[in-house]
């Protein structure tokens, strides 16, 4: 397992790629009763597949996630070139229709949260980003004058620009303020070093102590970094934040299943809705192929949502 962590850091994969692929790759090895993968291969892949969707009924994202897993073991780590056509079980696909919110159930929703999880629904919704984009915002990825945000290590390891609410600068630089002081508090204590990105560490000893690269959203609580022991802050973690939308949507009476991922889908579906190119929306969201981006007009009120039902039009109320 230490070799298959060393494999997936050498790639640049996320942190949730990781726990992921460890995940199943150790049921995997458990499955099969502890036998190294060297010894197995084709049969055993496809007992295990087949397991997960007979016996465990495991959906097909999940079934897909298990295969994922196992061909980066075998191609990657034990650098072995499996068989083609493996043959299991496999869940159908579902095609999920994304939750969407109106403006005026954003608004609410916005309006029971307190801060600094408001600050973070306002942005999740004003600049269409993905939960763990939203935690790791750094403060130089903030840019005020120019209205924007840059993700840095998005979905795909891809860096882009999006939009920064207007209304949201002034608590937002106030926010920063208050990072600043408990920042430099940090330091006079002798803490106060984040974790870098890649080897940035090392080409930058100084960089991990500067504001502009401490989390926008830093925990309450100083961590320690395992690998060199220095304590620090690592970001607010994203269950957090889930719980204050599922606490805020429950006070508002909202019955739909409120996530911050729908602030998301509401992003995107707002603007369309409101005229702007798919194109564009496709930018701003990171989305590698605008098919992906056009989901959203299945739920666009002036899309499918639009014809009226004929129970309205020719049918005469009661008198």
């Not at 106060?192 to 925990?219: C, H, I, T």
């Not at 970094?225 to 607010?236: A, F, Q, S």
Request: aromatic share 8%; proline share 5%; net charge positive.
């Amino acid at each position: 397992m230490d070799r298959v962590r060393d494999r997936i850091k050498v790639k640049h994969y996320s942190r949730s790629t990781e726990s992921i692929y460890c995940h199943w790759i150790l049921k995997y090895i458990l499955f099969h009763k502890k036998r190294h993968p060297a010894e197995m291969g084709k049969p055993e892949i496809e007992a295990y597949l087949n397991y997960l969707a007979r016996d465990r009924h495991y959906s097909a994202s999940s079934q897909n996630q298990a295969f994922n897993a196992i061909l980066f073991l075998y191609r990657e780590v034990l650098e072995t070139e499996l068989p083609q056509g493996i043959n299991a079980i496999r869940a159908k696909t579902h095609k999920h229709i994304p939750v969407v919110l109106s403006m005026g159930e954003v608004q609410q929703v916005i309006l029971g949260m307190q801060d600094p999880f408001k600050l973070m629904a306002e942005l999740l919704y004003g600049g269409g980003l993905r939960v763990n984009e939203c935690m790791n915002l750094r403060v130089k990825d903030i840019d005020p004058e120019r209205r924007s945000i840059m993700i840095m290590d998005g979905k795909g390891c891809k860096d882009r620009i999006t939009i920064l609410p207007e209304r949201v600068i002034p608590r937002l630089l106030e926010h920063i303020k208050k990072v600043k002081f408990v920042h430099d508090r940090d330091l006079a204590l002798g803490f106060g070093k984040v974790v870098l990105p890649d080897a940035l560490n090392r080409k930058y000893p100084k960089a991990s102590q500067e504001l502009r690269w401490q989390y926008l959203f830093p925990q309450k609580n100083l961590f320690t970094n395992p690998k060199t022991g220095e304590r620090g802050r690592w970001h607010v973690d994203d269950s957090i934040l889930r719980k204050a939308f599922r606490i805020a949507a429950l006070n508002t009476g909202i019955h739909k299943r409120v996530t911050p991922h729908c602030f998301r889908h509401s992003f995107a579906t707002h603007l369309l809705e409101n005229g702007y190119n798919i194109r564009a929306v496709q930018e701003l969201l990171g989305h590698k192929s605008v098919e992906t981006t056009m989901i959203y007009t299945h739920v666009m009120s002036k899309g499918n949502l639009a014809v009226r039902s004929p129970l309205d039009i020719f049918l005469v109320p009661p008198s």
